[in-house]
C-alpha cells in the first residue's frame, strides 16, 4: 500500500511526464514547420515515449492501491531560436526530471516503500540512457557547426537516432 507522501509525489511524476511529452510535441511540430523532419520525427517518438513514461507511474499507483490522477496541461513553449536551442532545452527538461526521479527514489527509501523503490529504478536507468541521448545529439550540432555541415545532414543524423536505438 502506498503512503499518502509518495502517492502524492508519484501522481506529481504523472504530471511532469505529461507535461515532458505536451513539450516534445511542441518541439516536433517547430522542427516540422522547419522543415527539419528528421529531427520532427525523432521529437514525435521522444513524445509517445514520454506517454509510455507516464503511464506506467497512473498504472503502479492504482495497481500499488493508491489513486491516480489525470493532471492538468500546462502550455509548453511552442517557439525555439534554433535546433541547439531545442536540444538545449529537452537536455534541460531531461535532468529535471532525473532529479525528480532522484528525489523520488529517495523518498521511497525514506519511507521504507520497498515495492516504489524497485519500481523506480527503471526510470533510474532510463533517464541515465535519456540524457546521454540527448548529451550525443548536442554534440552532433556542435561537430557538425564546426564542419560547416549543413543542418540538412544533421537533420539527417538525428533522425537515424530512433531506429538505431531500436535496432539496439
Ligand atoms: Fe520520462 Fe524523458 O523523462
Redesign the pocket.
Known amino acids: 500500500m502506498l503512503s499518502k507522501k509518495v502517492e502524492e509525489a508519484l501522481n506529481k511524476q504523472v504530471a511532469y511526464?505529461v507535461y515532458?511529452s505536451s513539450s516534445y510535441l511542441s518541439m516536433a511540430s517547430w522542427c516540422e514547420k522547419e522543415g527539419l523532419r528528421g529531427t520532427a520525427s525523432f521529437l514525435y517518438a521522444q513524445s509517445e515515449e514520454?506517454k509510455t513514461?507516464m503511464l506506467k507511474i497512473f498504472r503502479y499507483i492504482n495497481e500499488a492501491g493508491g489513486h491516480a490522477l489525470s493532471p492538468a496541461l500546462k502550455e509548453p513553449p511552442n517557439k525555439y531560436n534554433s535546433i541547439n536551442h531545442v536540444f538545449e532545452l529537452a537536455l534541460e527538461q531531461?535532468i529535471n526530471?532525473t532529479n525528480q526521479i532522484n528525489k523520488l527514489v529517495e523518498l521511497s527509501l525514506v519511507t521504507q516503500d520497498y515495492a516504489s523503490f524497485h519500481f523506480l529504478q527503471w526510470f533510474v536507468e532510463?533517464?541515465l540512457e535519456?540524457e546521454k541521448l540527448f548529451r550525443m545529439i548536442l554534440d552532433i550540432i556542435k561537430l557538425a557547426g564546426k564542419e560547416g555541415r549543413s543542418l540538412l545532414l544533421i537533420d539527417n543524423e538525428i533522425g537515424k537516432l530512433r531506429e538505431e536505438e531500436e535496432k539496439s
Open positions: 511526464e515532458a514520454e513514461h531531461e526530471v532510463e533517464q535519456e
